[in-house]
């Protein structure tokens, strides 16, 4: 089945730590992004990769970072720099163009204690 | 950049009614998208709708691009429809960059 993953469902980490969360996808999509959600809030954007080796910011990067070396793979590391890290994080991704249809993955809830 | 409103914010219906949620969007857009969140987490695609109508089982949405704005219609609501209702979309001009509305929250009573 065609489909993007995340893992892992539930994090916890200690303040302080660096953390890296997984976003595969098997759609042979060009286009991956991460998102942020708040309690009660909508989706916030983190960073966006069009194609290999190339990613934008998004709307609230500070805190972030993300590597795109392969086309399937975009993960986002949540640094110690993030002030507020508690929050669920998604990943999505769409075709090769900005009109296509975006999937989403199940998420992941990060929790720092 | 693209301003999206979503109305009502809240909504609490009966099982059994019908109802109508509204996205405002403040430039043309190439692409609209209406996404349900459970309640566990996961967006569901419900509409990739840019423009016209769609329609799915008790689901309907309309667009009228050059009005800028989306309705998404939800009849015969049964207490699954429950969670979040969000309206997402990309600018002519803003590449692959997408904006999220706020969200309209509507609990379905048994």
């Known amino acids: 089945d065609g489909g993007i993953t995340q893992s892992p469902k539930y994090l916890f980490r200690k303040e302080g730590q660096n953390v890296t969360l997984s976003c595969e996808q098997n759609l042979n999509h060009d286009a991956m992004y991460w998102y942020r959600q708040d309690p009660g809030q909508g989706l916030r954007l983190i960073y966006y990769s069009q194609i290999v080796n190339d990613f934008q910011k998004g709307d609230i990067a500070e805190g972030y970072s993300v590597s795109r070396e392969k086309k399937e793979s975009f993960p986002l590391t949540v640094t110690s720099a993030q002030k507020n890290p508690t929050a669920f994080y998604l990943c999505?991704?769409?075709?090769?163009?900005?009109?296509?249809?975006?999937?989403f993955g199940p998420g992941t809830r990060l929790t720092v204690l | 950049g693209i301003q999206v409103e979503q109305s009502p914010p809240d909504l609490i219906l009966q099982e059994g009614a019908n109802s109508t949620l509204r996205c405002n969007f403040s430039d043309s857009v190439n692409n609209l998208q209406w996404f349900h969140q459970n309640p566990w987490g996961q967006l569901i695609n419900l509409f990739y709708i840019p423009s016209g109508t769609k329609q799915n089982g008790r689901l309907s949405a309309t667009t009228v691009a050059t009005e800028r704005y989306s309705l998404l219609y939800i009849s015969s609501s049964q207490t699954t429809d429950s969670g979040v209702y969000f309206c997402a979309v990309s600018g002519n001009t803003g590449g692959f960059k997408t904006i999220f509305g706020a969200g309209t929250r509507l609990f379905v009573k048994a």
């Open positions: 999505a991704s769409t075709g090769q163009y900005s009109y296509n249809e975006q999937f």
